[in-house]
């Protein structure tokens, strides 16, 4: 690589407009982008319809040099390699959007891990550095069992059966699953919110022996008329930082009047009394209307987690709001994102949040359903701004609505995959993996269970 230090014969303007120095610096920044194997963002197919008045053109028609292999953040005006940047090559300043390309490409720290409807946040079950994903399996007859599908090099592995219940012990309908290191010993366990009716609820845990599940422990029982399992959607994540998983739930009280709870876990394996964090107050927040997923989406929080819940407006109009980790306890709601209406139908969308960059920020990814078998996957960066559209399968190619969803590293490093659970019918299932932006979205067979051998209506997933 050649960089111009004189500026006679080629773009001589730029140091009457800048200064040579400047000139220098903010190409030489834009050039070393290229050598890092960066192309120009304008060439992206989502940029946008923008007028760029310092060249006279629209921005999509300023196409030079290739696409680029990868998508890897959302699109970025004030990036460097950007032509139709506010500020010329945004005077060689990196953006938050290139420094988080940068850290994609080539490594950083990851956030962890949530997904719906079953949650998990630091799944990885020996504390070998792959992530695994669980399944709840219903035999019938109030017999369930619970399975892995442990990660390694190569993704997620055949499953194996960790736990398995006498007929008439537990019912997996009435059981929530969440994964986390509820002791904080570094490895997954598994908790289920269970339901024994008449408003009474439990919480049990699994704690992880390393190879395996202890017998499940009862930690919390709320007794009867105390709290309502259907009117209760648990998350999980660190929410007050001491490097436990805790569980947060978002409560209906009905008349739109929702609240937050708070259930700390503390290394003793013991749990706190469940602590109200926040509540709405009458006729300001629909609980049912609402899906969480739980993450690390602001920068210099250390070890706390912070929510972050998408909201059904109606009339295929859906809103974000970010539920913000504090040192004393979870902050109210802030609006981060709001589709408006006829543009994205919440009831259409299932949601899971991990780091598929490797930025130590927590993204968000949804499986769209289209209809006619048609879906798309789509990245909030961050869980900040507009979608970016990374994948989709086409008419008659994929069920949205057969699929749940995961996320971990389930290779290991610093990035996440998303693990699809798939259901082909007649007790026909299999998991396809979305690799990220490096090795690309579109989802590779990862496993599968064979015909008549495993029935996705009776597994939950996460």
């Known amino acids: 690589m050649v960089l111009n230090f004189a500026y006679v014969n080629f773009d001589p303007g730029c140091v009457t407009d800048y200064g040579l120095k400047l000139c220098i610096q903010a190409t030489a920044a834009h050039e070393f982008g290229h050598l890092l194997g960066f192309a120009h963002e304008q060439n992206r197919g989502d940029t946008p319809d923008l007028w760029v008045p310092g060249y006279a053109s629209w921005c999509k028609d300023m196409v030079q040099g290739n696409e680029g292999d990868a998508i890897l953040t959302a699109w970025d005006r004030d990036s460097i390699m950007n032509y139709c940047s506010t500020e010329w090559n945004n005077l060689g300043r990196l953006s938050d959007g290139d420094k988080r390309g940068l850290l994609t490409a080539y490594g950083g720290k990851n956030a962890g891990t949530s997904s719906a409807p079953g949650q998990q946040f630091q799944a990885d079950l020996n504390g070998d550095g792959y992530e695994d994903a669980f399944a709840l399996y219903d ?3 109030d017999k369930m069992g619970v399975w892995v599908w442990s990660g390694s090099m190569n993704g997620l592995t055949p499953p194996w059966n960790a736990f398995l219940s006498a007929p008439g012990d537990w019912r997996w309908g009435n059981a929530k699953p969440l994964a986390g290191d509820f002791d904080g010993d570094g490895k997954a366990d598994i908790a289920a919110f ?5 408003d ?8 992880s022996t390393g190879s395996g599940f202890l017998a499940p422990q009862l930690l919390w029982y709320s007794g009867v008329t105390n709290w309502s399992w259907e009117r209760s959607q648990p998350v999980v994540g660190d929410f ?3 490097g436990v998983t805790d569980i947060a739930v978002f409560y209906d009280y009905g008349s739109d009047d929702t609240a937050l709870f708070s259930f700390d876990f503390r290394r003793g394996r013991t749990v706190d009394a469940p602590v109200q964090r926040w509540r709405s107050g009458a006729g300001n927040w629909r609980a049912s209307n609402i899906k969480p997923v739980t993450g690390h989406f602001v920068a210099g929080e250390g070890r706390l987690t912070d929510i972050m819940v998408f909201y059904d407006y109606g009339s295929s109009d859906t809103g974000s709001f970010l539920f913000r980790g504090l040192p004393w306890g979870i902050g109210a709601p802030t609006p981060k994102w709001r589709s408006g209406p006829g543009n994205w139908a919440w009831s259409n969308s299932k949601f899971v949040a991990a780091d598929f960059n490797g930025n130590g920020l927590t993204d968000i990814a949804c499986l769209y359903d289209y209809g006619s078998s048609d879906a798309a996957l789509w990245l909030f960066w961050e869980g900040n701004g507009w979608p970016s559209q990374v994948w989709r399968s086409g008419a008659g190619n994929w069920y949205q609505p057969g699929t749940s ?14 693990a699809g659970f798939y259901d082909y019918g007649s007790d026909t299932s299999a998991i396809w993996t979305f690799r990220g932006p490096l090795a690309g979205w579109a989802p ?7 015909h008549w051998n495993w029935s996705a209506p009776r597994t939950k997933f996460f």
Request: charged residues 10%; proline residues 0%; glycine residues 20%.
């Open 139 to 141: 035999y019938g007859g």
């Open 194 to 198: 269970y339901n024994y009716g008449n």
């Open 200 to 207: 009474n609820s439990a919480i049990w845990v699994w704690y």
């Open 240 to 242: 007050n930082g001491d």
């Open 405 to 418: 969803l995961a996320a971990g590293r389930f290779a290991g490093g610093t990035r996440a995959q998303i």
């Open 444 to 450: 590779v067979a990862q496993w599968y269970s064979g």
